[in-house]
C-alpha cells in the first residue's frame, strides 16, 4: 500500500492568499479544496466561523495543504522546498516570484525565503550531476561557483565545473 505524504504549511490568516499565489507561479497549479472554521472548537482555536481553516493545492502534482493556525509558530529554513529547473528561463522565474517581497538574507546559493517565510530552492537539474561528478576537480570547481552564487547562473556554474 502506497501512502502519500503532504506538506501542511502554518499561517496566520493567510493561507488562502498564499495557496493562490503559489499555484499561480506553477503552471499546473490548481487550489483543490477549501475548508472552513465553523463553531465547533471555537473556543480552543479563537477563529471566527466561516473563515479559511485549511486550503488544499497542488503544485506540479505535489499536494500540500496551507492552513490558518494563528501566530504560534513561523516558518525557518530547516525546511525547503526544492524547484528543479530545465533552463535559466525557468529558474529566473520562480526566482524573481518567490523572492519578490522575500527576506534578502535568506539568498544564497540558490535557496531563498518568500514573502510568506517559506523557504525554496531553486536549482537547475544539471546541479546534482556536476557536485556529485566523480572527478572531483570539476564539481569543486562547481560548488566554489555555487557558493558565490544567490540566484544560481547556469551558464557561470557550467564554466566554472568545465574549467
Known amino acids: 500500500m502506497l501512502s502519500q505524504i503532504t506538506p501542511c504549511l502554518w499561517f496566520d490568516g493567510q493561507a488562502d492568499e498564499a495557496a493562490k499565489f503559489y499555484t499561480s507561479l506553477f503552471k499546473d497549479g490548481k487550489v483543490t479544496r477549501t ?14 466561523p466561516g473563515s479559511v481553516l485549511t486550503v ?4 506540479n502534482g505535489q499536494n500540500f495543504v496551507a492552513m490558518n493556525g494563528g501566530p504560534l509558530f513561523k516558518f525557518n529554513e530547516a525546511i525547503s522546498f526544492q524547484i528543479e529547473c530545465e533552463d535559466q528561463e525557468e529558474l529566473n522565474h520562480y526566482w524573481q516570484k518567490l523572492s519578490d517581497g522575500g527576506d534578502p538574507a535568506k539568498q544564497q546559493c540558490g535557496w531563498l525565503g518568500d514573502k510568506y517565510g517559506v523557504s525554496w530552492q531553486v536549482v537547475p537539474k ?20 555555487l ?8 551558464a ?8
Open 126 to 145: 544539471v546541479l546534482g550531476g556536476m557536485l556529485s561528478d566523480p572527478d572531483t576537480a570539476k564539481s569543486q570547481r562547481a560548488f566554489t561557483a
Open 56 to 59: 488544499e493545492f497542488e503544485l
Open 156 to 163: 557561470a556554474l557550467k564554466t566554472a565545473y568545465e574549467g
Open 35 to 48: 475548508q472552513y472554521y465553523g463553531e465547533a472548537g471555537k473556543e480552543i482555536h479563537g477563529q471566527e
Open 147 to 154: 557558493m558565490g552564487m544567490k540566484k544560481i547562473d547556469i
